[in-house]
């Protein structure tokens, strides 16, 4: 019999997963009243981020242990999910290592994941342009590392930068949050972005 306090946190997560799912959809409805294509490309990406939250939500909701969550099945949920919008441009290929996260870790690294994939789609591929992405996670003994790589047109340069956008700017706030490494690398043939997470 399931204890009465992991009945409660369960339909705490259950809810807390329909309400991000309310709030997606009014953004998606507020998004096509907008005239401005900038403004409707800025509500897009709010949105999407906050998919990205309502997806590690669903993990947690899955999860035994409401205080960790399985961040293979998010990653490989959240690419899938982020090259499906590219509409069948970009192919995906994925090699995750199974692996948990505290929930004070995997709500910044979920965010993380989703900017760094984003920025490769929205930035590599410009132009209708067709490709490739890999996403890899590795564990060693008290580190994770997210490896994104593309083999698009390659923005390593600018992605250093710190005017560089809104997304680049959270992915560093939430990296220093965390004390995560984050790094970019331009190979000619496209961009590798590497995160390390202490554990």
């Known amino acids: 019999m399931t204890p009465p306090r992991e009945l409660v946190l369960k339909e705490l997560h259950h809810r807390l997963h329909n309400n991000l799912r309310i709030v997606i959809s009014l953004l998606r409805i507020t998004e096509k009243t907008l005239e401005n294509q900038r403004d409707r490309e800025q509500l897009a990406d709010l949105g999407q981020r906050i998919q990205a939250l309502s997806a590690l939500q669903e993990e947690f909701y899955r999860s035994e242990d409401f205080r960790r969550v399985n961040v293979a099945g998010f990653l490989e949920r959240l ?75 390659g923005y390593a340069g600018s992605m250093r930068t710190e005017g560089s956008g809104l997304g680049m700017r959270l992915v560093r706030r939430l990296a220093g949050q965390i004390g995560a490494e984050m790094s970019f690398e331009g190979t000619g043939t496209g961009t590798i972005c590497r995160i390390g997470i202490p554990m």
Request: hydrophobic fraction near 45%; proline fraction near 3%.
């Open 79 to 153: 690419a899938r999910n982020l090259i499906g919008l590219a509409g069948g441009r970009v192919t995906l290929s994925s090699d995750l290592e199974e692996a948990e996260m505290l929930i004070d870790l995997a709500v910044p690294f979920g965010l993380m994941a989703n900017e760094v994939i984003t920025n490769a789609l929205k930035h590599a591929f410009p132009d209708g342009r067709t490709g490739h992405l890999s996403v890899r996670l590795t564990q060693a003994e008290e580190r994770l590392d997210l490896t994104v790589a593309d083999d698009g047109a």
